[in-house]
Each structure stands twice: as C-alpha cells, then as structure tokens.
C-alpha cells in the first residue's frame, strides 16, 4: 500500500487543479520513469534537466539562447532576487515571466539552503531565520510565511517549503532536530501559501540517517502536494551515499508525482538519480564549468584550453546540433578563451546546457523503449572519466 494511502492528508495544495502530472512508463529493471507533468506555462517531459538562473539569468546567457537550447523550464533563486533586485519590484512587473521575458516554467527554491549555508552569519529560531546579507551586513528575517510571500511576489509555477538542510556530517540529534523543525515548517508553509497558479512541494530531509529519510518520507507525504522534493543530499557527501539514501528515499514519495531531486546534474548524476526514480534535476555546474573551460560529451568531460584543441576543425561534440557546434570549431573557441572573450563562456554554456537537456530526453527515450538500463551501461562509465 502506498503511503498517500496509509495516511490521512493534512493539506490539499490549492494548485491542484492547475497542474496534473502522468506517468507513462515506468522501467521494468530499474525505478526509471517517463512522464509528463503540465503546469501554467506549459509541458514538461520528465525526466527533465533544469538549467538554473539564480539572479532571474542563467550567467552569460539571453532567454531566447536559453529557449533555444530546448530548456523547457527554468530554475531561479528566491533568496538572491529577494536581496536583489527585490521581489515586490518584480511582482511590480508582473512576476518573474515577465520580468525576464521567459514564457516557460519557472521553479524558485525557498532560500533555505543558501540561508543555511550561512552558518556564521544566521541564527535559527523556531519562528525562522535571521541573516545578514554577505555583501553588505544587513539584517533580515525569513521566516515559512516570509518565504511564501517571497515566492509568490516573484511568481513562479513551482515553489519550494521552506526547509532547514542539515551539513555534512551531521550527528542524530541534529538531523533530527532540523528534519523535525522542516516538517513544523512545512505546516506553515502550506497556511501561508494561497496562489492557485503555483505548486508548492515538500521536501524530504533527515541527512544521512535511514530511519530519519522514511519518517521524512512519510511526513511530507500526508500532504496532497503537486510534487515533492529530496532534499539534503549533494552537500558534500560522497557519491555512494548519495546514492543510497535517493535509492532509499525517491520510491517512498507518491508514484503518481514529479519527484525532484535538488542540487544535481552532472551527466552520471541524472543517469544515476533517474535509475532510482527521479524525474526532475537541476544544477549550476554547466554553466560553471562552462566559465572555466569545461564542455560535456559523450565520452566525458574536457577542456577547451588544451593544446590538442589549437587547430581543431571539429564542433565541440560531433553530431550535437547546438548552436556552438552548428557555428564554431574547438579551435575557434578556444582561440576566443585564450583570448579573454567572454563569448566563449557563452558558447560553451550553450552547449553544456543543451547536451544535458538532450541527455535528459535521450534518458526518457530510452525509458519509453524499455532499454533504460543498457543505455545506463553503454554511458555511464565514460561520464566518470
């Protein structure tokens, strides 16, 4: 029996009747699913890679490269546009579709983690946290009902609960005080939240213990949420256990909802987090290593300043239809690296971002032809290169 039908839901999120969620096809070998899950501003096919605009821009790029690269939604930062430009400035401007000119989807996180990650700067209560702003010193205060008002200033479809992220390593009683304070949070959140056009989902915490990860679970799951999140996982542990406690979590959530695993997105991570049941990633990695050399391909990662790329006439992945390999060679962008010109960062983030995206749906592909797993095998090891 699954767990929505064990328990008694605490709370139905009133964007239900906005957003639906079907799962076409599910792996016979592994928890590998295909779906599709429809939102105000258009279809996701799932399992998806999300690229991430933190400040309202994924760096160095325009909405339309963004479009252009098959990216069908778009992540952004709650935190960062809450401290600048100031979210009741983009609600001003109708939210942040229209404030950054982006018809697709839009999921914010709450803050928490970048809150958290503040560990000098913060003071945890019960009611919620109080900051000072790295940049400048200032005080601030977010509290579930600050953080839902921040999110629905802005205007996304999905929106994160404002959760409390235990470090790693963590001992018990800190896990559990934090996994116990997300779920008191979590209430809140649902009381405070009101806009019927945005989905809020719960996010599993608990760090790295067995019996924290299912009572987490099973918590968040009284709630008849649009979707749900795995939170607390690629904090600095080791991938083997990572791996294990989304292989614990994932299958314990509602099978009938998009499942979103936070923070990840190299290549071997959507092989590896899709294998165990998730639907949705997302990760500032490619536009990161985009910024310092970095491309992906089939046959792992590489690096635009090596030498072995100086009179290259290849794009940079044979095959890839992205515009920096329909336009430009390796030894072209590399010659734009070496000589400071920014529009290489921007080539290739173009294509790291469309090779994920790709890669997501060449993963649902291979989901919907029941060959998931030898796909998984063909790749995988290349991707650790």
Same mark, same amino acid.
């Given at each position: 029996?699954?767990?929505?039908?064990?328990?008694?839901?605490?709370?139905?999120?009133?964007?239900?009747? $906005?957003?639906?969620?079907?799962?076409?096809?599910?792996?016979?070998?592994?928890?590998?699913?295909?779906?599709?899950?429809?939102?105000?501003?258009?279809? /996701?096919? =799932?399992?998806?890679?999300?690229?991430?605009?933190?400040?309202?821009?994924?760096?160095?790029?325009?909405?339309?490269?963004?479009?252009? #690269?098959?990216?069908?939604?778009?992540?952004?930062?709650?935190?960062?546009?809450?401290?600048?430009?100031? #979210?009741?400035?983009?609600?001003?401007? *109708?939210?942040?579709?229209?404030?950054? $000119?982006?018809?697709?989807?839009?999921? #914010?996180? +709450?803050? *928490?983690?970048?809150?958290?990650?503040?560990?000098?700067?913060?003071? %945890?209560?019960?009611?919620?946290?109080?900051?000072?702003?790295?940049?400048?010193?200032?005080?601030?205060?977010?509290?579930?009902?600050?953080?839902?008002?921040?999110?629905?200033?802005?205007?996304?479809? %999905?929106?994160?609960?404002?959760?409390?992220?235990?470090?790693?390593?963590?001992?018990?009683?800190?896990?559990?005080?934090?996994?116990?304070?997300?779920?008191?949070?979590?209430?809140?959140?649902?009381?405070?939240? =009101? $806009?019927?056009?945005?989905?809020?989902?719960?996010?599993?915490? *608990?760090?790295?213990?067995?019996?924290?990860?299912?009572?987490?679970?099973?918590?968040? +799951?009284?709630?008849?949420?649009?979707?749900?999140? /795995?939170?607390?996982?690629?904090?600095?542990?080791?991938?083997?256990?990572?791996?294990?406690?989304?292989?614990?979590?994932?299958?314990?959530?509602?099978?009938?909802?998009?499942?979103?695993?936070?923070?990840?997105?190299?290549?071997?991570?959507?092989?590896?987090?899709?294998?165990?049941?998730?639907?949705?990633?997302?990760?500032?990695?490619?536009?990161?290593?985009?910024?310092?050399?970095?491309?992906?391909?089939?046959?792992?990662?590489?690096?635009?300043?090596?030498?072995?790329?100086?009179?290259?006439?290849?794009?940079?992945?044979?095959?890839?239809?992205?515009?920096?390999?329909?336009?430009?060679?390796?030894?072209?962008?590399?010659?734009?690296?070496?000589?400071?010109? +920014? #529009?290489?960062?921007?080539?290739?983030?173009?294509?790291?971002?469309?090779?994920?995206?790709?890669?997501?749906?060449?993963?649902?592909?291979?989901?919907?032809?029941?060959?998931?797993?030898?796909?998984?095998?063909?790749?995988?090891?290349?991707?650790?290169?």
């Amino acid at each position: 029996m699954s767990i929505e039908s064990e328990k008694e839901c605490k709370a139905v999120d009133c964007a239900k009747e $906005n957003f639906s969620f079907d799962l076409l096809h599910k792996s016979k070998k592994s928890q590998a699913r295909a779906g599709l899950f429809k939102t105000p501003h258009g279809e /996701i096919k =799932t399992p998806i890679f999300m690229p991430v605009g933190t400040n309202s821009a994924v760096k160095t790029l325009t909405s339309d490269q963004i479009k252009n #690269t098959g990216a069908q939604i778009m992540l952004s930062n709650s935190y960062h546009l809450y401290l600048r430009a100031g #979210t009741k400035r983009i609600k001003a401007f *109708g939210g942040i579709h229209n404030w950054m $000119n982006w018809d697709r989807p839009v999921l #914010t996180d +709450s803050g *928490g983690f970048q809150v958290f990650s503040l560990s000098h700067l913060r003071k %945890i209560t019960e009611d919620g946290v109080e900051f000072r702003d790295p940049k400048d010193g200032k005080k601030h205060f977010i509290s579930p009902e600050v953080s839902m008002e921040i999110q629905q200033d802005i205007g996304a479809d %999905i929106i994160m609960a404002f959760d409390e992220c235990a470090p790693y390593p963590c001992d018990y009683e800190q896990a559990k005080a934090a996994m116990e304070r997300t779920h008191r949070w979590l209430e809140r959140c649902f009381k405070a939240k =009101t $806009n019927p056009k945005q989905a809020l989902f719960p996010i599993v915490q *608990g760090a790295f213990y067995d019996d924290l990860r299912r009572e987490s679970a099973a918590e968040i +799951s009284k709630y008849d949420a649009v979707g749900y999140a /795995i939170g607390g996982v690629s904090v600095g542990e080791p991938a083997d256990i990572k791996n294990y406690f989304v292989e614990l979590t994932a299958p314990l959530l509602p099978k009938n909802k998009p499942r979103y695993l936070m923070g990840v997105g190299t290549p071997e991570d959507l092989l590896d987090g899709i294998k165990r049941g998730v639907d949705m990633f997302d990760c500032v990695l490619p536009t990161r290593n985009a910024r310092h050399g970095s491309f992906f391909t089939w046959e792992g990662k590489k690096n635009i300043k090596n030498k072995q790329f100086e009179d290259d006439t290849g794009p940079l992945v044979e095959g890839c239809n992205c515009f920096a390999c329909r336009n430009h060679s390796r030894a072209y962008i590399r010659h734009l690296w070496r000589c400071g010109e +920014s #529009t290489a960062a921007t080539l290739l983030s173009i294509h790291n971002i469309q090779f994920l995206v790709e890669f997501s749906q060449a993963c649902r592909q291979a989901i919907l032809e029941d060959r998931f797993e030898e796909f998984y095998d063909k790749h995988y090891e290349k991707f650790l290169n």
